[in-house]
Nanobody, 127 residues
Framework: QLQASGGGLVQAGGSLRLSCAAS????????IAWFRQAPGKEREGVSC????????YYADSVKARFIMSSDNAKNTMYLQMNSLKPEDTAVYYC??????????????????????WGQGTLVTVSS
């Protein structure tokens, strides 16, 4: 079970940090990821961490602004979001046990390929 938190309302240019705590399992053996879904749009990949070597990949739209990390001792993943833009407004979901294979993973990965999902946390960026 995954529990996401940390969303809220922020002005453009501001920062937020999302958290996602796991219960009942650890992240050691699974790729973990953040997705987001903006109003009227499909859910899209934002970032993932590959379990085998810790490689982290980002969608082009968030690269150099967002930082994904995890604390396996706490079974918690994070998404530090900086320089937020109005187009970052979306419900953000954490997920585990799915593909995370390279820099283009987000273009080809479908939501059904991830086994476990958090409930989502809303991020609203005002202009």
């Amino acid at each position: 079970q995954l529990q996401a938190s940390g969303g809220g309302l922020v002005q453009a240019g501001g920062s937020l940090r999302l958290s996602c705590a796991a219960s009942g399992r650890t992240f050691d053996d699974y790729a973990i990821a953040w997705f987001r879904q903006a109003p009227g749009k499909e859910r899209e990949g934002v970032s993932c961490i590959r379990s085998s070597d810790g490689s982290t990949y980002y969608a082009d739209s968030v690269k150099a602004r967002f930082i994904m990390s995890s604390d396996n001792a706490k079974n918690t993943m994070y998404l530090q979001m900086n320089s937020l833009k109005p187009e970052d407004t979306a419900v953000y979901y954490c997920a585990a046990d799915g593909p995370c294979w390279g820099s283009s993973w987000y273009r080809f990965t479908r939501t059904y390929e991830y086994e476990y999902w958090g409930q989502g946390t809303l991020v609203t960026v005002s202009s």
